[in-house]
C-alpha cells in the first residue's frame, strides 16, 4: 500500500461545486502539504501544516482552504470549483527539517 | 522570493547518452538543491541531492554539480537508460525558510526523453 495515498485519483466537476480533495498518510510525519501542477509552470505550493494545529499558506492560496483533521490526514477544500482550477494536485508529507518531500500518485481534477 | 529556472523543457537523447538538465536561481542565501524524477502517472521522487557546502555529488550513473557563484546547478545522467524517461525538477530552499520543505521553489520541469 502507498504511504500516502490521495483520494479520488480523479475527479470532473462542474463551476460553483465544492469539492474537497483528501490525503492520509502512514509514514508517521509531521509536516503535509498540497501541491498543484499544470503543465509548463512545475510545481506550486498552496498550503502547508507542521502539525495539527499549524496551517500555513503558501505561493497560491487564494481559492482554497485545508484541514487537518489528524496528524495523518490533511485535505484540500474548494469552495467553489473554477475552470482554472482545473490540476494535478499532489498531497505531501516530510519529516521535521529533513527537505526531502514524499508525494501521493496525484488527484487529477478538471472544472467544467 | 526565490525564482528558479530550468533548461531544457524538453530533452531527447539516445540511449547510452549522457543527459544533462541545468538550473539557475536567484537568492544567494538558498542552500539546499534537490531533484526529483516523475514519473508518468505518479508523484515526483527525490533522486539526489546537493547542499551548498558540496561542489558535486555522485549516485552511480547520476551527479549533481553545483556553482554557488554563478548560482546555477546543474543534473547529469550518464549512460542514459529507457527507464530514465521522465519529467525532472529542480528547486531551491533559501536558508530563511524554516528549514524544511516549505522553503522549496520548483523549477518548471524539464521532460526526458530517451530514444531507443
Known amino acids: 500500500d502507498a504511504d500516502v495515498t490521495q483520494t479520488p485519483r480523479n475527479r470532473i466537476t462542474k463551476t460553483g461545486k465544492r469539492i474537497m480533495l483528501e490525503c492520509s498518510q502512514t509514514?508517521?510525519?509531521?509536516?503535509m502539504y498540497w501541491y498543484r501542477q499544470d503543465p509548463g509552470l512545475g510545481l506550486r505550493l498552496i498550503y502547508y501544516?507542521?502539525?495539527?494545529?499549524?496551517?500555513n499558506k503558501g505561493e497560491i492560496s487564494d481559492g482554497y482552504s485545508v484541514s487537518r483533521q489528524a496528524q495523518a490526514k490533511f485535505s484540500l477544500s474548494l469552495e467553489s470549483a473554477i475552470p482554472n482550477q482545473t490540476a494535478l494536485y499532489f498531497c505531501?508529507?516530510?519529516?521535521?527539517?529533513?527537505?526531502?518531500?514524499?508525494f501521493g500518485e496525484g488527484s487529477r481534477l478538471t472544472v467544467l | 522570493g526565490e525564482n528558479v529556472e530550468q533548461h531544457p523543457s524538453t530533452l531527447s537523447v539516445q540511449e547510452g547518452d549522457s543527459a544533462v538538465i541545468k538550473c539557475t536561481y536567484s537568492?544567494?542565501?538558498?542552500?539546499?538543491f534537490p531533484w526529483y524524477k516523475q514519473e508518468l502517472g505518479k508523484g515526483p521522487q527525490l533522486i539526489i541531492d546537493?547542499?551548498?557546502?558540496?561542489g558535486e555529488k555522485k549516485d552511480q550513473r547520476i551527479a549533481v554539480t553545483l556553482n554557488k557563484t554563478a548560482k546555477h546547478f546543474s543534473l547529469h545522467i550518464t549512460e542514459t537508460q529507457p527507464e530514465d524517461s521522465a519529467v525532472y525538477f529542480c528547486?531551491?530552499?533559501?536558508?530563511?525558510?524554516?528549514?524544511?520543505?516549505?522553503?522549496?521553489?520548483f523549477g518548471k520541469g524539464t521532460h526526458l526523453i530517451i530514444q531507443p
Open positions: 509514514k508517521g510525519h509531521d509536516r
Open positions: 505531501a508529507t516530510s519529516y521535521g527539517l529533513a527537505g526531502e518531500l514524499f
Open positions: 546537493i547542499r551548498s557546502n558540496v
Open positions: 501544516s507542521f502539525d495539527v494545529k499549524d496551517i
Open positions: 528547486a531551491a530552499r533559501t536558508q530563511y525558510s524554516g528549514g524544511g520543505a516549505d522553503g522549496l521553489t
Open positions: 537568492d544567494s542565501a538558498s542552500n539546499y
